[in-house]
């Protein structure tokens, strides 16, 4: 039997990516730093390439915080141009570290020179592990298993009065699965274990200084000390999933959350080869005791053919969207506050026009991005392997979103993702629009765009498996 026809062939590949240690950093408006002073834990690039020898698909895991749509097309072309695969067929996924360098300007100016040379090296990095993880295919195994984890909360909490906050809403809808899909050599060792799980990266707070790759970063070390091979890590529909101890400044909690995860992960992976899918009844051994042998069988999932579809879903754009000049004005006037009261040394001013100016930032950039317009392509990238579809979006969606998808997708198994190939925005669900708070009121999405989004993405499913 020739196994690479019946087989998907997947190879594996890693870069660090670590920025200089002074480098613009965080982009919280309520920080007091502008640049950070150190590197905590490095930064990697992971590339996982697979190909049925038909279709070649390559999937980079950053830890960054965001990709704008910018970021994602110069690294994925880089990937293209260094090894002939199309730019479609390549995904670009950050975790979302908000422990990161900042990834554009705002109002953020010291060390900010340094973000266009470092974004070139991620690039150079990604392209050269995207090259590596070619040249290391192999027919695998396929194996998937499910755990839970209980480290993130719905983080759109509220007082008593009604006033919104990031915090913990205990009541709230909440993604705790995770879901692990194991690659696996045809010797039976663990080439990659890639990773789902949907909880924004903010352990590390305002006051942190260091660069980190919060949670998922301490996770895939764990991971790959635990079980071997490479550990990637896909965010998932977090755009209202947050830490149980977010906002700090001692790297232990991140790191604690991660091995959390991390156990996790190990446990449902070296489940999948040791803990049987299927026993069957074979002889009785004579013993001191009856001894009952069985031959077990371990489940492995189909995991061909291999398809790719990249597609822009159109979503309704809500009304009232802020107006490029007032947003401008605004960031300049409280830029310049920023300065006047860092020069008069008044901590309550430089707080204060910290926070505004990150305001003003975000409103400036949904008037560049959405200004006049009435609706908007949601980047959408969708990897189908067997029975395992990725999908991934420029968004951050609501965990609703992903676990709408997941129940609904005509496949066993779909690994729903945000911050794929870009980011625009939040999306709310449209229960959750109403209610106002900070995701709500910064995205330029109508209160029906989730629907029409989820809608669009099963129809596109039900057409991939079929054709």
């Known amino acids: 039997m020739n196994t690479s026809q019946t087989h998907l062939l997947a190879g594996v590949a890693r870069r660090c990516t670590n920025p200089p240690p002074n480098i613009a950093h965080g982009g919280w408006g309520a920080?007091?730093?502008?640049?950070a002073e150190g590197i905590d834990m490095d930064l990697w690039v992971t590339a996982l390439a697979l190909s049925d020898q038909h279709t070649t698909a390559i999937m980079l895991d950053l830890d960054i915080q965001i990709l704008t749509n910018q970021r994602a097309d110069q690294i994925r072309s880089a990937a293209s141009q260094a090894t002939g695969i199309p730019v479609q067929n390549i995904r670009a996924s950050a975790t979302h570290t908000h422990s990161g360098p900042v990834p554009y300007k705002s109002w953020i100016e010291k060390g900010y020179e340094m973000v266009d040379p470092w974004f070139d090296n991620?690039?150079?990095?990604?392209?050269?592990?995207?090259v590596e993880a070619l040249a290391n295919l192999q027919p695998i195994r396929l194996r998937v298993g499910r755990g839970h984890c209980h480290i993130n909360a719905n983080r759109r909490a509220a007082t008593q009065t009604g006033e919104r906050?990031?915090?913990?809403?205990?009541?709230?809808?909440?993604?705790?699965?995770?879901?692990?899909?194991?690659?696996?050599?045809?010797?039976?060792k663990i080439l990659a274990t890639l990773v789902n799980y949907a909880c924004h990266p903010t352990v590390m707070g305002p006051p942190n200084r260091l660069i980190t790759p919060d949670y998922p970063g301490a996770m895939k070390r764990v991971v790959e000390q635990a079980i071997g091979g490479k550990c990637l890590f896909l965010q998932g529909s977090a755009g209202d999933q947050g830490p149980l101890q977010g906002f700090q400044a001692d790297t232990k909690i991140y790191r604690n959350f991660?091995?959390?995860?991390g156990h996790e992960v190990s446990k449902v992976a070296l489940g999948l080869d040791n803990i049987p899918s299927k026993t069957k009844?074979?002889?009785?051994?004579?013993?001191?005791a009856p001894l009952g042998m069985y031959d077990s069988e371990f489940a492995t999932l189909a995991s061909i053919p291999?398809?790719?579809?990249?597609?822009?879903?159109?979503?309704?754009?809500?009304e009232g969207l802020p107006e490029r000049k007032v947003a401008t004005e605004k960031l300049e006037l409280w830029k310049s506050k920023l300065k006047l009261a860092r020069e008069n040394g008044d901590q309550s001013a430089i707080t204060e026009a910290?926070?505004?100016?990150?305001?003003?930032?975000?409103?400036?950039?949904?008037?560049?991005?959405?200004?006049?317009?009435?609706?908007?392509?949601?980047?959408?990238?969708?990897?189908?392997?067997?029975?395992?579809?990725?999908?991934?979006?420029?968004?951050?969606?609501f965990c609703e979103i992903g676990m709408d998808i997941k129940t609904r997708s005509p496949l066993a198994i779909t690994c729903m993702s945000g911050y794929a190939n870009g980011r625009m925005a939040y999306m709310a669900t449209a229960k959750e629009w109403p209610k106002?708070?900070?995701?709500?009121?910064?995205?330029?999405?109508a209160q029906e765009a989730a629907d029409v989004l989820v809608r669009n993405i099963l129809d596109t499913l039900r057409s991939l498996i079929s054709s």
């Open 165 to 188: 906050f990031l915090g913990i809403n205990p009541d709230g809808p909440c993604d705790r699965e995770v879901l692990v899909i194991r690659f696996d050599s045809m010797d039976g």
């Open 436 to 445: 106002g708070g900070y995701e709500v009121e910064n995205s330029p999405f």
């Open 258 to 261: 991660g091995a959390i995860l």
């Open 122 to 130: 991620v690039a150079r990095w990604s392209a050269e592990a995207a």
């Open 354 to 397: 910290i926070y505004m100016a990150r305001r003003a930032d975000i409103q400036l950039r949904m008037a560049d991005d959405f200004g006049g317009k009435t609706s908007a392509g949601v980047r959408t990238h969708i990897i189908t392997f067997g029975d395992v579809a990725f999908v991934g979006c420029n968004i951050e969606p």
């Open 31 to 35: 920080q007091k730093h502008e640049q």
């Open 306 to 318: 291999l398809r790719v579809l990249e597609k822009e879903i159109p979503v309704p754009l809500r």
């Open 281 to 288: 009844f074979r002889e009785i051994v004579p013993s001191g």
